[in-house]
């Protein structure tokens, strides 16, 4: 049924339930992705307003905008990888191939962790240069919205190790197939939060 | 029966207490009898709504009370209804926006050849500055502000050097004048409002902010600050003056302009720090 | 209108409900206090809300005490006066009101009223109490902190906020900031748990349209809350950084009382839209449950069902929409771009409509019902009166060029706290005289009931009523005493002080209805499984107080709408949701539900 059906149905009128008893047997969607959805809607608006924030404060006249630190695009190929790592993780659970389930996500994690390691290098580098967080209204949006996203990817990999962690322990694909679904699906949103967030520190 | 007429007595009571209130605005000072009559006709239209809804509330809960036997009646929804009422409603907020929206245009569009001065706040208290002779308030910079400059106005600037400075003083207005009030705060967020002017605007560190007016009568009138600023906020008071232009202008003429007051601080005679004045209510 | 008679479905076995990973708890500690069960997490969430929400009920008599004796009480001095309203208003809207609706009423009631067992995520689902307790103790902290609570005002402008001119600028500040980053992660925890709740757990037959009102309020204001909670933490943590990093987010150039500090070039302005982006939905977040518990109330009470229930529900969609591009009406004097007034000031009367039209439906299901004044009635009826009220001063606010003389007088605290202040609170009290019985077992005593309603909607009536009418005067709100003054005549004192009587009656009348609530659970009549005969599944359970796991073996399925009362021909005047059709003998023109798949 359609959104706008089930909006305005009169319900007074109809009684019973459906015929079809596996109507309401089991929801389409898992609750896990359905939660994880919903919890990625709440984290858009709260970069989207980080976004609209930094593109207010931009227009005052004291910004200078960051020069761009190369080792940046390096870990945004990290991060693809790992992003593709978890996608390949996925595939494998769908074909049932334990090895290729583990497989991925070891390299998925260990290419995350290798992009915050990056992260935190130019953060050092950066104040090394003498970009403080304080210098400038850009640096502190840089350092906050790196540290956001970090911060978040730190969550998912909390997630990724109790995944990681069921996947050596247990040898049935199924039991963890969700898991690593959820796990891609977060990674692959976080990567496009980075490609965003480093497209607007290019532009400015 | 008893919860009914409670329920009409609040109708009545709310509409015999603003009938008699002795609380209503004050005596309006400028140019914005506009904005109380957007306010006037707000009330009649809320207002008739108010007693029309709430008394046919209290009518149904006398009416339809429980009754041995009775039942109520089956009725999911009527479109019919519910679109006149819509309607309605909205016509009753399209009369009280349209008017209310021509009144905020005139609001925000200051008229040509109106008047410029300048309000300062900080905490807690009122300075004024003047154009001066030729018509142009100086440029100003919080970077600049020192207890000889207490307005940061730029030195450099030629057009400084005439502003007239009003510190510690009331303020004074020409009566049927426009004047413009460009608001400016060195620290934090305050509020210039008159309560008979019916205008306020907030003051923001690091921005001019504006609003106008046309003092329609004379008279003195309190200024007080509208956006809490700290723990003097209640404190943070000033007077205004609306006179006859004569009057103004010699008052005008006594105050110091930006160079003398430079040349007297330099001269060392008169080293009063009134920015520290207020730091006295904390 | 279809009008097929109606042609009775034989009774639907219940689908096999597999006894899903519920949660069991094994000791008293994981039964009561670190529990998974959606319903014990409501009372921890209630009963912490009513606990930090007195705080706020005494700092209301201190502040209010002030304002009607001024000259009385020398340990109220204007550092703390400014703290008290601070902490306040940041109590009662945060961490009482959206605590207790959607903490308190939404883990007690989605799983119930929609057929699950329990929240989706139960693990989540505590981990939200625990957080939110943190944040209120957090919050509570910052009273004991060098320098007192912030006091700031509920909306934390900067730059005063942080600046030393401000009481508390220095650890409250931190603390209070802290304390909301935290009940905001807590919060989007719980929030998971009630939409997911709400669109995955529904048991069979109950669609969309099936719901009762209730949980369409708490489940659009939650989405609100998920969506806008975001721009407060942003607010937040910017703040934080300017306060403790001395970054200039929102700090300009600042010469505080002569002075020159390091910040510059920020904007207070953008802070004040994140505020407000956050802060007008957040009103809504309190008064959508609001509209649909009473809802509820006046349905089950008049025996009738609700008027235009797709009605409402569409206006509870279209005011969640709507109140995301309202915001900068708070800010009409703020100083943004003026222009900005006519787009706000439209959109903002534009939600005027669907608001109204749920005050109609409230008032037309009156009108020809069978109207039982039972107290959760009362608080309805109450209800309507203060919400019209402050609804039609919100017009005034809302209208921009209106707003300009009001705007930061007493009349906008007479507005917010009759309409999102009075108005759910009155929600609040007739939704616990009505679901009582359900949670303890028992009713809640009649007379103390009585005494509680009329005192404290008269009294809640007579304090902010008169108030709109100082604003009108001119007196500024947030002002420690007014003084002398040119255009405050005395008798405006006089008033001030018979506000402050009144608050100091009301505010003890609640002891009344705190005793009431401890006294009844132990000397209350004992209660009916379904005393009010209402027709939703939350007085279906088998058990009274509902056990682990909601509903025993097997889940109900729901063969209706939640608001079959006084059906013509059938023989009581309601039929609950899990009535089949074949054991009703009503006369209703329906259809049977045909599956909708191919």
């Known amino acids: 049924m359609g959104l706008f059906q089930q909006l305005t149905e009169k319900s007074w009128i109809e009684e019973g339930v459906e015929a079809d008893p596996r109507e309401r047997a089991a929801p389409a969607h898992a609750n896990g992705k359905v939660g994880l959805w919903v919890f990625l809607g709440t984290i858009s608006s709260l970069f989207m307003l980080f976004l609209s924030a930094n593109y207010v404060r931009m227009g005052y006249p004291d910004w200078k905008p960051m020069s761009e630190h190369g080792l940046l695009w390096f870990n945004t190929g990290l991060l693809v990888v790992s992003s593709l790592a978890m996608q390949w993780a996925v595939t494998a659970a769908r074909r049932r191939k334990l090895n290729g389930v583990r497989n991925g996500l070891a390299l998925g994690g260990i290419f995350a962790f290798a992009f915050l390691a990056g992260q935190l290098l130019v953060w050092r580098d950066l104040v090394d240069q003498g970009h403080y967080i304080t210098t400038n209204p850009a640096n502190a949006f840089y350092y906050v919205l790196t540290a956001l996203h970090g911060l978040h990817l730190s969550g998912g990999l909390v997630a990724w190790a109790r995944t990681f962690a069921r996947a050596w322990r247990d040898h049935n694909v199924f039991d963890v197939r969700l898991s690593v679904e959820l796990c891609a699906i977060y990674w692959h949103y976080l990567l496009g939060v980075w490609i965003v967030l480093f497209a607007v520190l290019l532009i400015t | 029966m008893i919860v009914a007429f409670v329920l009409l007595l609040v109708v009545i009571g709310s509409v015999g207490f603003h009938l008699i209130s002795p609380w209503w605005w004050t005596p309006i000072a400028s140019n914005w009898g506009y904005i109380d009559d957007t306010i006037n006709l707000t009330f009649w239209i809320t207002g008739f709504v108010f007693v029309a809804v709430l008394t046919f509330m209290a009518y149904c809960v006398f009416r339809f009370r429980h009754t041995k036997g009775h039942k109520a009646h089956y009725e999911p929804e009527s479109a019919k209804l519910e679109i006149w009422l819509s309607v309605l409603t909205s016509l009753g907020v399209i009369a009280m926006l349209t008017p209310g929206l021509f009144v905020w245009y005139q609001f925000i569009t200051v008229p040509d050849g109106a008047d410029e001065f300048e309000v300062l706040g900080q905490q807690w208290m009122w300075s004024y500055r003047y154009p001066g002779k030729d018509g142009r308030l100086g440029k100003t910079d919080p970077r600049n502000v020192t207890a000889d400059n207490p307005f940061g106005i730029d030195t450099a600037d030629p057009a400084g050097q005439d502003d007239v400075l009003v510190q510690g003083e009331d303020l004074h207005l020409p009566l049927d004048r426009p004047v413009k009030f460009l608001l400016r705060s060195l620290d934090v967020l305050h509020d210039f409002y008159v309560p008979q002017f019916r205008a306020k605007m907030d003051m923001i560190p690091g921005m001019i902010t504006y609003f106008w007016i046309t003092p329609t009568r004379t008279g003195t009138f309190d200024i007080l600050c509208a956006e809490l600023c700290g723990v003097g906020h209640h404190a943070m008071r000033g007077i205004v003056v609306v006179e006859e232009e004569s009057a103004y202008k010699d008052w005008l003429a006594q105050q110091p302009t930006f160079a003398q007051s430079l040349a007297k601080a330099n001269a060392g005679t008169r080293r009063v720090s009134t920015l520290n004045a207020g730091g006295s209510v904390r | 209108m279809a009008d097929v008679t109606n042609r009775d479905i034989d009774y639907v076995a219940p689908a096999e409900v597999e006894e899903e990973e519920l949660y069991h708890a094994h000791s008293w500690i994981t039964k009561y206090v670190f529990s998974q069960d959606a319903k014990v997490i409501a009372i921890q969430y209630s009963l912490t809300a009513i606990a930090i929400g007195l705080v706020g009920l005494v700092l209301s008599w201190l502040m209010r005490l002030q304002l009607g004796f001024p000259d009385y009480f020398s340990f109220i001095d204007a550092e703390h006066y400014y703290q008290f309203i601070t902490m306040h208003g940041m109590i009662m809207v945060v961490y009482l009101l959206t605590a207790l609706f959607l903490g308190g009423f939404g883990n007690y009631f989605i799983p119930l009223m929609v057929g699950a067992r329990d929240m989706v995520f139960p693990y989540v689902n505590m981990l939200s109490f625990w957080i939110y307790l943190i944040a209120v103790l957090v919050l509570v902290a910052s009273f004991f902190v060098e320098g007192g609570p ?80 975001p721009a407060l933490f942003v607010g937040a943590i910017m703040m934080l950084f300017d306060k403790l990093l001395g970054t200039s987010f929102f700090m300009p150039a600042i010469v505080e009382l002569g002075e020159q500090l390091s910040y510059g070039g920020g904007s207070p302005l953008l802070f004040q839209h994140l505020f407000w982006f956050f802060g007008h939905p957040e009103v809504y977040i309190v008064a959508l449950p609001a509209f649909g518990i009473v809802s509820d109330l006046i349905s089950v009470h008049a025996r009738k069902n609700i008027f235009g229930y797709r009605m409402m529900v569409w206006a509870l969609v279209a005011i969640g929409g709507l109140s995301f591009i309202v915001w900068a009406h708070h800010m009409y004097v703020s100083g943004m771009n003026p222009y900005f007034g006519f787009f706000f000031a439209t959109t903002t009367l534009i939600i005027a409509i669907p608001t109204a039209l749920k005050v109609y439906n409230w008032v037309l299901t009156l009108w020809q019902g069978d109207i039982h004044l039972t107290l959760p009635m009362l608080f309805a009826l109450a209800f309507i009166v203060t919400f019209v009220n402050g609804g039609i001063t919100g017009l005034f606010l809302g209208n921009v060029v209106v707003d300009v003389p009001l705007s930061d007088t007493m009349f906008v605290v007479a507005h917010f706290h009759m309409v999102m202040g009075v108005a759910p609170l009155l929600v609040i009290f007739g939704s616990i005289y009505h679901w009582y019985p359900k949670i303890t077992g028992r009713m809640l005593n009649e007379g103390m009931g009585q005494f509680h309603f009329w005192v404290t909607f008269l009294g809640a009536y007579a304090i902010f009523f008169p108030m709109h009418y100082l604003g009108f005067l001119g007196v500024p709100r947030r002002y420690y005493e007014i003084g002398e003054t040119m255009f405050v005549p005395d008798s405006a004192q006089t008033l001030s002080a018979f506000i402050t009587v009144m608050t100091l009656i009301v505010g003890f009348s609640q002891v009344v209805f705190l005793f009431n609530l401890v006294w009844s659970l132990f000397h209350g009549e004992k209660a009916d499984p379904n005393p009010w005969r209402a027709t939703t599944l939350e007085w279906q359970t088998p058990e009274t107080p509902p056990g682990h796991g909601n509903f025993g073996k097997a889940l109900p399925i729901v063969y209706r709408w939640a608001y079959d009362y006084s059906v013509p021909g059938a023989k009581e005047d309601f039929i609950p949701q899990n009535m089949p059709p074949s054991k009703v003998s009503g006369k209703k023109k329906t259809k049977p539900r045909r599956a909708k798949r191919k």
């Open chain 3, 150 to 229: 912030t006091g700031a005002g509920w909306t934390l402008y900067p730059p005063q906020t942080i600046l030393s001119g401000t009481p508390g600028s220095d650890g409250g500040i931190v603390l209070m900031l802290v304390s909301l980053a935290l009940f905001i992660v807590g919060f989007t925890m719980g929030g998971l748990n009630y939409v997911v709740t709400v669109l995955q757990g529904r048991t069979r037959g109950m669609t969309m349209m099936r719901l009762p009102l209730t949980v369409w309020g708490i489940f659009i204001a939650t989405i609100l809350a998920l969506l806008a909670f």
